[in-house]
């Protein structure tokens, strides 16, 4: 017979452990000034989830977060601040289309932006999930991310879904933003990117060659 207090603990702890990876994640954050802090932090946020999700419900949450905040600072780093400099880019390529008059080259180069644009959102849904879970080289990360995206249509509407209704709950219940805040999101992004990730005895298998889980 199906035990409801189990339940009930399952929930409740994972829940706890949302909201201490959320409080670490602003911490963290804080005390790199988000200049060098946001990033490493973001990232052992979702390496700590990875672990609750493919290897261990209750992971040792602080000890865990500490061990990759620090081992992944500098990496990280880069890759967010490469992302920040793509996302500026094309921020200002629409500010230049916007000036432009219509034409065929306006329309083309928008059409070209339009393109980029969703590649570019799409590679912000799974690039840290596969930060975490694969070993590649700096400009790798984006193109994976990409390929991920694209190779599983189906999972990739499923975590917008998911991602819209947990927008759609924080503007209904705005003190939901205060307790999850991204740990929430991050949480769904991970859960829906482990589908296409071997589990853990075939983890070095996919370090190798990560090609053939994607």
Known sequence: MFDMSQWY???????????????????????????????PATAAMFAVLKQMIMEDENPAIIKSFWGHFKSDFFKSNIIGYLLMVMGFILYLDIRVLQEMENGILPLALASATVVIGILYLLTLLYIVPIFVHFKLKLLQYPLHAVI???????????LLALLAVVAYAYIIIPALMLVFGISLAAYFM????????????????????????L
């Open 9 to 39: 603990i399952r929930l409740g702890n994972w829940a706890f452990n949302l909201v201490l990876l959320n409080f670490l994640w602003v911490l963290f954050s804080i005390s790199g000034l988000f200049l060098v802090g946001l990033f």
């Open 190 to 213: 991970t859960k829906v990117a482990s589908y296409s990730f071997p589990r853990k005895e075939k983890a070095s298998h996919a370090e190798r060659f990560p090609s053939e889980v």
């Open 148 to 158: 991920l995206a694209i190779a599983k249509p189906f999972h990739t509407i499923y």
